[in-house]
């Protein structure tokens, strides 16, 4: 998936990861009850998800999917939100496209 100057696939990998955690972080504000067994059921499939996520990364890139040397863009969601953090990604993708023709 990673190749020597295009990582687009690997940072639409991380573009997806930041956006899951975002959403599993949206479902457990919405119930968060220190102990409630749901939350705490929801808190322990978010860490085996997590960590199978970064076992793909590892797999296909070699590093840990925390390494930004992996990517060309990195963007924090929680500072700009998923709207432009996805225009972020569109327009590296835009430009790497044109920069191929």
Not at 43 to 55: A, E, F, N, P, V
Request: aromatic share 4%; proline share 1%.
């Amino acid at each position: 998936m990673r190749n020597i100057g295009s990582s687009v696939g690997i940072s639409y990998v991380t573009t997806m990861l930041a956006r899951r955690a975002q959403f599993h972080q949206d479902r457990l504000v919405e119930a968060v009850n220190a102990f409630d067994t749901r939350t705490m059921d929801a808190q322990q499939l978010i860490r085996t998800s997590d960590r199978r996520r970064s076992q793909v990364v590892q797999s296909l890139a070699g590093r840990p999917w925390t390494d930004a040397c992996l990517y060309d863009l990195v963007v924090d969601t929680s500072t700009v939100g998923l709207d432009a953090a996805a225009a972020a990604v569109m327009a590296v993708v835009s430009a790497k496209l044109k920069a191929r023709q």
